[in-house]
């Protein structure tokens, strides 16, 4: 039985340098400075070959979630303030007004932290950016690009299941769960047929396979995936996976991939 896959490396973005307007006082109380930032930007489609008819997933920079972290003698980072979006934090005034010291901004499409699991129907894409406040100066961030930071997995019929599917919906069913370690997601035509986007990497993400055809149920198959450049799963990695059954009389069930770069 094949196995068959399409992958996607992500590219990534650089980051701008951050610049200053120094002298300002705007009424900064001692040992104070102030930030601002321009939008942050989605990495596009064009970087993400495989997802080119997504565009960048119909994702809006204005919603994504902000957090200011603020780095210690020892190197680390803890959060200072955060905002459940950029729209948020402009309006909560700008600049902001932060004390003198080393910190970084980090953007992303959802905060990790606020959801339960490590998989979900939305991408994770996530940016960030080192800056210093000095004493009365507004320290100005330019905007930077969110990278794809998700293990992308998709289900897709071929055109015969799929005829068979609308024709016999009774008859015809599928249910594939798709593991990686942490996290599972089943897809399956009344509930998830949607796109799933983990957030861990992993050696392989394990396939559950049932089928059911011409109203037969057929045993679970397991199938194993992974990079075969890396022997891996690697965060921003898109996987295209597609199923495609035969006659019940053939006892036809395969997974068709190809994979890019190999």
């Known amino acids: 039985m094949k196995k068959t896959y399409i992958l996607l490396i992500s590219i990534l973005t650089f980051f701008s340098a951050c610049q200053k307007d120094a002298g300002i006082d705007?009424?900064?109380?001692?040992?104070?400075?102030?930030?601002?930032?321009?939008?942050?930007?989605?990495?596009?489609?064009?970087?993400?070959?495989?997802?080119?008819?997504?565009?960048?997933?119909?994702l809006e920079p204005s919603t994504f979630s902000i957090r200011i972290d603020q780095q210690g003698t020892d190197g680390t980072y803890t959060k200072h303030m955060s905002f459940v979006?950029?729209?948020?934090?402009?309006?909560?005034?700008?600049?902001?007004?932060?004390?003198?010291?080393?910190?970084?901004v980090v953007a992303s499409s959802y905060d990790q932290t606020a959801v339960d699991g490590q998989v979900s129907e939305t991408p994770y894409f996530e940016g960030k950016q080192d800056f210093v406040i000095e004493e009365k100066t507004v320290t100005s961030v330019p905007a930077f690009t969110c990278t794809f930071e998700s293990v992308g997995v998709e289900l897709r019929l071929s055109d015969r299941f799929k005829a068979?599917?609308?024709?016999?919906p009774l008859n015809y069913s599928y249910s594939v769960t798709v593991y990686d370690e942490e996290a599972s997601w089943t897809f399956d035509p009344d509930k998830h047929t949607k796109p799933a986007y983990f957030l861990n990497d992993c050696k392989d993400l394990v396939l559950k396979v049932t089928v059911k055809l011409d109203n037969l149920t057929y045993p679970e198959r397991t199938y194993y995936v992974c990079n075969s450049n890396t022997d891996k799963v690697s965060i921003g990695e898109y996987y295209i996976i597609t199923l495609d059954a035969g006659e019940a009389e053939t006892k036809g069930l395969r997974l068709m991939t190809k994979c890019i770069g190999e």
């Open 85 to 104: 979006s950029y729209s948020a934090m402009i309006d909560s005034g700008m600049p902001l007004v932060l004390p003198v010291g080393d910190y970084q």
């Open 164 to 168: 068979k599917l609308e024709a016999e």
């Open 26 to 58: 705007n009424g900064f109380g001692k040992g104070s400075g102030a930030f601002r930032l321009e939008k942050p930007s989605v990495q596009s489609e064009t970087e993400i070959p495989v997802i080119v008819t997504k565009g960048a997933f119909g």
